[in-house]
């Protein structure tokens, strides 16, 4: 079973921007959408964003407007651009298969990339 890698994430300051990657070969583009969901220390893990095989994107309420998630088709690379990040976006950020066209290849989660933000 193929898992999704995330990398970029790292410490930053308060109104600075990150990129994070979400790496799945062969089954993002075509086969699968994408969620990216985050988990904060002591919190629940929640949803904030997602990208469909159609490129369609969605947003929590929380990050619209500063995150943008997109995809290059050509490596099966998601991105997740954050900008003027806040301390209440740190966290562990995850992503995770979705709206596969093979039911058996949703739900499959990588192992996560720390974002820290200090204030």
């Known amino acids: 079973q193929v898992q999704p890698v995330e990398s970029g994430g790292r410490s930053v300051q308060a109104g600075e921007s990150l990129r994070l990657s979400c790496t799945a070969p062969g089954l993002t583009s075509n086969s699968c959408g994408m969620d990216w969901h985050r988990q904060a220390a002591g919190k629940q893990r929640e949803w904030i964003s997602f990208?469909?095989?159609?490129?369609?994107?969605w947003y929590a309420t929380s990050v619209k407007g500063r995150f943008t998630i997109s995809k290059v088709k050509a490596n099966d690379t998601v991105f997740l651009q954050m900008n003027n990040l806040q301390s209440e976006d740190t966290g562990m950020y995850y992503c995770?298969?979705?709206?596969?066209?093979?039911?058996?290849?949703?739900?499959?989660w990588g192992q996560g990339t720390q974002v820290t933000v200090s204030s």
């Open positions: 990208i469909s095989t159609r490129d369609s994107t």
């Open positions: 995770k298969t979705s709206s596969c066209i093979m039911s058996g290849w949703n739900n499959i």
